[in-house]
């Protein structure tokens, strides 16, 4: 299976094809939009982006790059209560670390109040558009239902003038929030509800954080979100399935108010993936009961949650890659996002070894005081990128759970008697265990065979081979190892609340590891295989001498293994 380039913005060797691209192809062979392709990833800033973002990002810019065109980022900020500049910082940086470039395309609907404003004016001057001064709740009741038509308001037929007079003192911020509405004049017996008379504009005395207090009327999607295109000379406005209804309504807002463009929308299934919530307000609550630690927690389905757990931009665009575009709703199996993450690493971390839970090992007839350095592969996947030096010594620690006093059956690892062999270094058997007035096991005794590195034992084969550090040389960090937020594939399922299905053992932080020496200084956000327990991804908390890793994933591969089976 191929996967992106790592150079951003490069095509694989392969472009994708998908049902999006054959109508953008279709549409440019046809030299419809003058042969243009424009397009733009439309995040609202109130939350951090999500996988399911990635999906979009990878497609907007993705199907612009394949066709010679453009894609803006669009920051969709006609809501001014749940936004804030901390996510429209965060999303920018989000799309640029999955590298993408939006050069200098980058708009806010909210730089498109004035305009947006004076087309609703054209719209109550020409009837298509009336003030409603019924309450919310009279608004719904009046809408009807799937099956029966809706009533219309007893505001619906005020004169023009009328309506045209209150829409500005609407906006002169005469009225009290609730009061009136905007609300579209097209059809109350509809059988698409979205065509009943859908509100356009609603009275909101709040802050907004680019426009402040200049504005108090708001413009709604329905109707900000086609002009914003329109404005943006946006050729193909693709969104999510959701809104395969609201299409009418889109269309009507272009025709009805007759813009400098006309977009088209086109929709797709949205990537839905199984133990994990992607609606931001899930994702909200998650971080304000702070169930978990911020939106980047390494558990969060957010990109700045995967980048902090250690997924790499290449892994995500591959993922998005394989997954492909529908219009069918399904369900991704999370294991084949872990999948293509270990597939990029396994190529491109360098391995060390590293003793998570630490049980002590002192090599009795090795001579105090003496240190050795044994070569160790840097990457066997990569031959270009050479060995290393690991300090050996009489003092090591090894695994807690590479010991058994009792061994099970099949258990080839330590045990007293057993002889297995240091990866890189000595074959070694254990003579004796240290306990504690406890009972727990302190410390191993053992002893070395000293021609089984370069000797004549040098090629005994033993079953099984254990890491470990030097405990004189090794650097204490901490690591924290990861399981699924959610206990349930669904955590939705049957309309529960997700966050009654939160596992309680997500997060296990092991603060007593130790590291082999060469990761002393190790920067945040360096990757590495460590041998045998899986990849692992320096986090921001690391300081100087003191790293602090995060498992990404370890070495089991679930989806390898199921898809060999199917
Ligand atoms: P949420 O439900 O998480 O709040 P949203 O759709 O309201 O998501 P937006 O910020 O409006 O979030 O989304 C920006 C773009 O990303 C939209 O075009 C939307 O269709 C797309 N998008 C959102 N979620 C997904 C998803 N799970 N899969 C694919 N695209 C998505
Ligand atoms: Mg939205």
């Given amino acids: 299976m191929s996967s992106i380039d790592s150079d951003p913005g490069v095509t694989p060797a392969a472009p994708p094809s998908d049902f999006i691209r054959e109508i953008v192809r279709g549409d440019q062979e046809a030299g419809r939009h003058g042969g243009r392709v424009h397009t733009r990833f439309p995040p609202e800033p109130n939350g951090y982006l999500h996988i399911g973002h990635a999906k979009s990002i990878c497609l907007n810019f993705g199907v612009a790059a394949d066709f010679g065109g453009w894609c803006n980022l669009r920051l969709d900020d006609t809501n001014p209560t749940k936004e804030d500049v901390e996510y429209v910082e965060a999303i920018m940086a989000d799309v640029r670390w999955l590298g993408f470039d939006w050069h200098e395309r980058m ?11 004076e087309y609703a004016e054209l719209l109550v001057r020409e009837g298509k558009a009336y003030v409603d001064s019924l309450s919310a709740d009279e608004i719904r009741a009046h809408r009807g239902t799937l099956t029966e038509p809706g009533r219309p308001s007893p505001y619906r037929d005020r004169p023009v003038e009328e309506s045209l007079d209150l829409f500005r003192r609407m906006r002169a911020g005469e009225f009290p929030d609730g009061t009136h509405v905007l609300r579209a004049k097209i059809d109350m017996a509809s059988p698409n509800i979205n065509m009943r008379d859908p509100t356009l504009y609603r009275i909101r005395h709040a802050h907004h954080h680019r426009t402040g207090t200049a504005w108090c009327i708001y413009p709604t999607y329905d109707y900000a979100h086609p002009i914003s295109d329109a404005l943006e000379g946006i050729t193909h ?198 306990k504690n007035e406890a009972g727990t096991i302190t410390e191993l005794q053992c002893t070395y065979d000293p021609e089984s590195l370069s000797g004549e034992t040098a090629a005994r084969r033993v079953k099984g081979t254990l890491h470990w550090v030097s405990a004189a040389h090794a650097v204490a960090a901490e690591v924290r190892l990861y399981d699924r937020l959610f206990l349930s594939e669904d955590p939705e399922a049957g309309g529960r609340d997700p966050l009654s299905d939160l596992n309680p053992a997500s997060l296990v932080r092991l603060p007593e590891s130790r590291l082999e020496p060469s990761l002393a200084g190790v920067a945040a956000g360096t990757h590495y295989q460590f041998e045998r327990q899986g990849y692992f991804c320096a986090d921001p908390d690391t300081r100087a001498g003191a790293p602090v890793f995060n498992r990404a994933v370890t070495l089991k591969d679930a989806w390898a293994r199921l898809s060999k089976r199917g």
């Fill in 237 to 434: 406005s693709i969104c999510t399935l959701e809104f395969e209804d609201h299409r009418p309504l889109y269309d009507w807002v272009i025709a009805s108010t007759r813009p400098p463009a006309t977009p088209q929308q086109i929709e797709f299934a949205r990537l839905n993936l199984n133990y994990t919530v992607m609606s931001k307000r899930k994702l909200l609550a998650l971080v304000e009961q702070r169930l978990v630690h911020g939106w980047d927690d390494p558990r969060m389905p957010t990109i700045a949650g995967l980048r902090r757990r250690g997924f790499t931009p290449e892994s995500i665009r591959d993922f998005c890659l394989r997954i492909g575009v529908a219009k069918k709703e399904n369900v991704v199996d999370i294991a084949l996002l872990e999948h293509t993450l270990r597939e990029d690493l396994n190529r491109r971390a360098p391995r060390a070894m590293a003793v998570l839970r630490p049980l002590k090992v002192v090599i009795e007839n090795y001579p105090e005081g003496r240190v050795e350095t044994v070569m160790a592969v840097n990457n066997p996947e990569d031959p270009g990128a050479g060995t290393r030096e690991v300090p050996f010594s009489r003092e090591l620690y090894i695994e807690q759970d590479d010991f058994m006093e009792e061994p099970a059956k099949k258990f080839f690892r330590l045990s007293p008697g057993a002889e297995v062999r240091l990866r890189y270094a000595y074959v070694i058997t254990c003579t004796g265990v240290v």
């Fill in 107 to 117: 708009y806010f609907a909210s730089d498109y109040f004035e305009r947006l404003y």
